[in-house]
């Protein structure tokens, strides 16, 4: 059973505003994952880790920074939330092929 | 550029008939697909996985077939229950750059 988690689970905040989205995986997978995703779309990988100090930008350009400081632990950071951030952040871990998802960060920027 | 697709995005069944969802790709360097499965305001979790080098896996209801020439997929459910009700996701992966389809959402009627 996968052991991974995201908090807030929901966040309603105003423009401008400094916000950093929790991610904590208790497996030891090297691996992590960001993504975004909207209603009726696909995962759209915005950042991902092979490990620490090892940070890459994924395919959808993002405005979000991550750090990778202890293996089981992958903040993502929005210097200046906007309303174009409104939408589902999700977290994953891989040892393998298979990814493991955290419930999820709901993001409304008002 | 999309390289994962699901062209249904809702399929309903009756309860206790077979649930079949579709899958297609482009890129004929994907060597590993999965199905995940999204309950509202959770993160997606693992169903079923299949490798390339195979054509269909089974797991209990659920069967994943894979055809190579066609570069499809599909996921069969069977027999389906209201609790199967969610969105499914396809994935695909190769050298660990995975890709999501938009998802299916499935209803089981009671």
């Known amino acids: 059973e996968a052991d991974i988690y995201q908090t807030p689970r929901y966040l309603v905040i105003g423009t401008g505003k400094k916000i950093t989205l929790e991610c904590s995986q208790t497996m030891g997978h090297d691996k992590m994952y960001w993504y975004q995703q909207d209603p009726g779309m696909e995962l759209h990988l915005i950042h991902y880790s092979y490990g620490v100090n090892s940070t890459e930008k994924g395919d959808l350009s993002s405005e979000s920074t991550v750090s990778r400081i202890r293996t089981e632990h992958f903040p993502l950071t929005l210097e200046s939330a906007r309303p174009s951030h409104t939408s589902q952040y999700l977290c994953a871990s891989s040892k393998g092929d298979e990814q493991y998802f955290g419930p999820g960060t709901r993001l409304t920027v008002t | 550029d999309q390289q994962v697709k699901q062209n249904s995005p809702s399929l309903s069944v009756q309860e206790g008939r077979i649930s079949i969802l579709n899958c297609d790709y482009t890129n004929s360097m994907f060597d590993y697909f999965l199905w995940y499965k999204k309950y509202p305001a959770e993160g997606p979790t693992f169903l079923i996985s299949i490798s390339s080098i195979k054509d269909k896996n089974e797991d209990g209801r659920f069967t994943v077939f894979l055809n190579k020439s066609a570069k499809h997929l599909s996921l069969h459910i069977v027999p389906s229950q209201p609790g199967d009700s969610a969105v499914y996701f396809c994935?695909?992966?190769?050298?660990?750059?995975?890709?999501f389809g938009a998802g299916t959402r499935l209803t089981v009627k009671p």
């Open positions: 994935a695909a992966t190769y050298n660990n750059d995975m890709r």
